[in-house]
T-cell receptor, first 115, second 113 residues
Framework: AQSVAQPEDQVNVAEGNPLTVKCTYS??????LFWYVQYPNRGLQFLLK??????LVKGSYGFEAEFNKSQTSFHLKKPSALVSDSALYFC?????????????FGKGTRLSVIA | SQTIHQWPATLVQPVGSPLSLECTVE??????LYWYRQAAGRGLQLLFY??????ISSEVPQNLSASRPQDRQFILSSKKLLLSDSGFYLC????????????FGPGTRLTVT
């Protein structure tokens, strides 16, 4: 079975400080990992993904994520937070052997960046 | 480039009335299609997904149904709405074995009164 956990419902960070949104996963094979962002009353926007290769993945809006196989984690990071980064963030996973099945999403973490 | 459309954007319906939400994708062929519901701005609940015309997998056996009459069209329906059907409905598409990620539409806000 595939699962993903986002242990924090809410993350607060001051503008200009680095931010981290945590994600851990569980799959039987190799994971394909994804981050999405959702602004109020909007659909989810794809930020970045890890499929294979370099463990550090860079994505849209200055976000990056690091795949750590030993810790089964894929934390989202940004060196300097902006107020406009305030949104709901979702981590998702798919097992490489799961074919056409949908992504499995975490429950989401609400990020608030305070000016 | 690919785009995904959902309509209507907002909908207010009385309890017991029927529902039809439509989703269409442009710029790709034979996509996988998905319906999700999101309550109170939190987690996503997968309702249905389809890997081809007429092929529907149901994840939540409730009073909702889905159909895929054309390759790039996905419809979510109900014969009689419940108060609990209120929420934000999101359609998504993906090409699962090529790029793996899913892309989401703008959503439909449904309020059942």
């Amino acid at each position: 079975a595939q699962s993903v956990a986002q242990p924090e419902d809410q993350v607060n960070v001051a503008e200009g400080n680095p931010l981290t949104v945590k994600c851990t996963y569980s799959v039987s094979g190799n994971p394909y990992l994804f981050w999405y962002v959702q602004y109020p009353n909007r659909g989810l926007q794809f930020l970045l993904k890890y499929i294979t290769g370099d463990n550090l993945v860079k994505g849209s809006y200055g976000f990056e994520a690091e795949f750590n196989k030993s810790q089964t984690s894929f934390h989202l990071k940004k060196p300097s937070a902006l107020v406009s980064d305030s949104a709901l963030y979702f981590c998702a996973v798919r097992d490489e052997n799961s074919g056409n099945t949908p992504l499995v999403f975490g429950k989401g973490t609400r990020l608030s960046v305070i000016a | 480039s690919q785009t995904i459309h959902q309509w209507p954007a907002t909908l207010v319906q009385p309890v017991g009335s029927p529902l039809s939400l439509e989703c269409t994708v442009e710029g790709t062929s034979n996509p996988n299609l998905y319906w999700y519901r999101q309550a109170a701005g939190r987690g996503l609940q997968l309702l249905f997904y389809s890997v081809g015309i007429g092929q529907i997998s149901s994840e939540v056996p409730q009073n909702l149904s889905a159909s895929r009459p054309q390759d790039r069209q996905f419809i979510l329906s109900s014969k009689k709405l419940l108060l609990s059907d209120s929420g934000f409905y999101l359609c998504a598409w993906g090409v699962g074995t090529i790029s793996y990620e899913q892309y989401f539409g703008p959503g439909t806000r449904l309020t059942v009164t």
